[in-house]
């Protein structure tokens, strides 16, 4: 078969390109939409305690989420602009040499540079939350340069915001077949176990990352140690110890504000010994102001799995739809909040169905 006409070529790249440098702008605006959808009353949920009682449980960081309101900061338009004039950049690189078609592109001389083009291009499209543009940004990379881990990794990771767990699962297991040593590629195959509610499994990669060398990881992978174990019903999950932190001498801003305390003070909120009020205060006084929706959108999540642990599914409920409202996008918590609600809806729709079949009569 011949390869496609340029200008048919062109169309068929629009998938992946976005169509246009501006649809992220006009999303943008329709994303800015009120959070009050999320929550029924700012302040309280009436809600069910895992012994089935009713009752009343107010929810701080709902309410801070209400109060920082949609976004629209200077910063946030800025980051837009931005992101919008690299798609617009490496739209106009990619069209002034059109890569081949997919099928052909592994064998052409210029293979690497275009997978590289197709990856930088779906870095840009994750940051303004195309990621079905993401998605087929990354298929066109691995197309031009197959048994690349972390194309597959960010492949996976791009259909979890998606909801499409199915292939996450099969872009990451392809991925670790690649190199099961990257602790990127480990990372991504502890959450999906945990959106899969593969307790035994989440908990043991959790619990290697856990004592891994990337502290970032590290410490990210405690607490969703604690939850997968509190999640498969342990009362007290068991946590191994922090590595030191490296002193970093050119951040000592960081380290005087308390910003190298989280995600440590997340789980000392999930142990108890933090309240919401107190992960309110935290962000507030010691986060910048550009940064506050990221750490609330972490917050909102990590708590509303600590809910969902306790048997409160309508809170936990409310502040997985917080985090959506909030969009912050480039957050693996986004992702993970929306899998949890797509969950809560399946489960819903088949306890109605359940329900309706018998109450039917037999015939």
């Known amino acids: 078969m011949r390869a496609a006409h340029p200008s048919l070529r062109t169309a068929l790249l629009a998938t992946i390109l976005g169509a246009s440098a501006v649809a992220p702008l006009a999303a943008a605006d329709s994303a800015r939409a009120p959070l009050a959808a999320a929550a029924d009353s700012p302040r309280t949920s009436l809600a069910a305690d895992a012994d089935g009682s009713r009752t009343s449980l107010r929810a701080p960081l709902i309410a801070y989420a209400l109060e920082l309101g949609p976004s629209d900061s200077r910063s946030d338009l800025r980051e837009l602009y931005q992101s919008t004039a690299a798609l617009r950049a490496v739209t106009f690189e990619i069209e002034r040499s059109l890569p081949p078609r997919d099928e052909d592109c592994a064998q052409t001389l210029g293979a690497s540079r275009f997978a590289e083009q197709y990856a930088q291009l779906a870095t840009i499209q994750d940051q303004l939350g195309n990621f079905e543009a993401v998605v087929q940004a990354h298929r066109s990379a691995l197309a031009c340069t197959p048994r690349v881990a972390s194309y597959e990794a960010s492949l996976a990771a791009a259909y979890i915001n998606?909801?499409?767990?199915?292939?996450?699962?099969?872009?990451?297991?392809?991925?670790?077949?690649?190199?099961?040593?990257?602790?990127?590629?480990?990372?991504?195959?502890?959450?999906l176990d945990f959106i899969e509610e593969h307790w035994a499994d989440a908990t043991s990669r959790f619990r290697l990352l856990a004592?891994?060398?990337?502290?970032?990881?590290s410490q990210y992978a405690r607490v969703f140690l604690w939850l997968a174990q509190r999640r498969a019903g342990l009362r007290n999950p068991d946590i191994p110890e922090p590595k030191p932190?490296?002193?970093?001498s050119d951040e000592p801003s960081r380290a005087q504000s308390g910003l190298e305390q989280w995600p440590a003070q997340m789980l000392?909120?999930?142990?108890g010994e933090?309240?919401?009020?107190?992960?309110?205060?935290?962000?507030?006084?010691?986060?910048?102001?550009?940064?506050?929706?990221?750490?609330?959108?972490?917050?909102?999540?990590?708590?509303g799995e600590r809910r969902l642990a306790e048997g409160d599914a309508e809170t936990a409920r409310r502040h997985f739809a917080t985090v959506i409202n909030l969009r912050v996008l480039g957050y693996v918590e986004y992702g993970m909040a929306r899998a949890e609600l797509k969950k809560m809806r399946d489960?819903?729709?088949?306890?109605?169905?359940t329900a309706a079949g018998a109450s039917t009569p037999g015939r």
Request: net charge negative; no cysteine.
């Open 245 to 248: 932190a490296t002193p970093v």
């Open 347 to 353: 489960r819903k729709a088949l306890a109605e169905a």
């Open 162 to 191: 998606l909801d499409q767990i199915a292939a996450a699962r099969a872009a990451a297991e392809r991925a670790n077949a690649l190199d099961p040593d990257d602790p990127e590629v480990r990372e991504l195959r502890a959450r």
């Open 211 to 217: 004592l891994g060398e990337s502290q970032r990881l």
């Open 274 to 303: 933090l309240s919401e009020d107190d992960l309110v205060q935290v962000i507030r006084q010691t986060v910048p102001e550009s940064d506050r929706r990221g750490w609330l959108t972490e917050a909102l999540y990590y708590i």
């Open 268 to 271: 000392g909120a999930l142990k």
